[in-house]
């Protein structure tokens, strides 16, 4: 028994099982359920192998798969899940979707999924954790365009909040995630704020952002 063949949106022939696991894919929790009630494995990521796993390896196939295809369809699919994404999900989830979206998306979407008017800090977060682990999704051209604008966001917010702003805190840890080690010397300046404020947990933690950067304090 063979597939059914029709053309995509974009011209390329999609078969029937293709269509299937999308829809499959697409009839997950992830896109079926609110945000904050998909909670995979717990914050404590209790049993690895519970009842969620298999929904879970399911989407992590796929877009995985997606990676590699940039299938136009599935593309829309992942930035679908990435809104939907909650903070408590699956790390290797926001791994894999962020991949895809890194990898495919342009720069000017891109940078509206880095605004924070946007998306919340945990999204954007893994954002740049995934292009820090995964350099090769980034063209130099969209690496630059991203790195610009998250150092520029973080200077402008420098002069205009005080060191202990919990939203400024976060574009730096931001920033140092990204991985670009010409961060290093904003991070120290703003590391010194800290400092001079008596906020020596934030400070630490800024610390460890720059010396994973390659820089010293």
């Given at each position: 028994m063979t597939d059914l063949v029709h053309t995509g949106d974009n011209g390329a022939e999609l078969t029937g099982t293709d269509e299937f696991v999308k829809q499959t894919v697409k009839g997950c929790r992830?896109?079926?359920?609110?945000?904050?009630?998909?909670?995979y494995y717990g914050e404590a990521r209790r049993e690895f192998w519970n009842s969620d796993?298999?929904?879970?390896?399911?989407?992590?196939?796929?877009f995985n798969?997606?990676?590699?295809?940039?299938?136009?369809?599935?593309?829309?699919i992942a930035l679908d899940g990435f809104g939907r994404l909650a903070k408590g999900d699956d790390e290797a989830l926001h791994d894999v979707i962020g991949s895809v979206l890194l990898?495919?998306?342009?720069?000017?979407?891109?940078?509206?999924?880095?605004?924070?008017?946007?998306?919340?800090e945990y999204r954007r977060y893994n954002l740049a954790l995934t292009a820090q682990f995964h350099p090769d999704l980034?063209?130099?051209?969209?690496?630059?365009?991203?790195?610009?604008?998250?150092?520029k966001r973080l200077k402008d917010?420098?002069?205009?909040?005080?060191?202990?702003?919990?939203?400024?805190?976060?574009e730096a840890v931001i920033l140092g995630e990204f991985g670009d080690?010409?961060?290093i010397p904003l991070?120290?300046?703003?590391?010194?704020?800290?400092l001079e404020q008596g906020l020596r947990d934030k400070y630490s933690d800024l610390c460890n952002e720059i010396e994973k950067l390659g820089g010293t304090v």
């Open positions: 992830l896109f079926t359920e609110p945000a904050d009630e998909v909670k796993s298999d929904e879970v390896m399911l989407l992590i196939q796929f798969n997606c990676i590699v295809s940039g299938d136009p369809e599935s593309v829309v990898r495919h998306l342009d720069a000017d979407a891109l940078e509206a999924l880095f605004d924070p008017e946007n998306q919340p980034l063209t130099a051209d969209r690496k630059e365009r991203i790195f610009g604008v998250l150092k917010m420098m002069k205009d909040r005080s060191p202990e702003d919990e939203t400024l805190y976060e080690g010409r961060a991070l120290r300046r703003y590391a010194s704020m800290l």
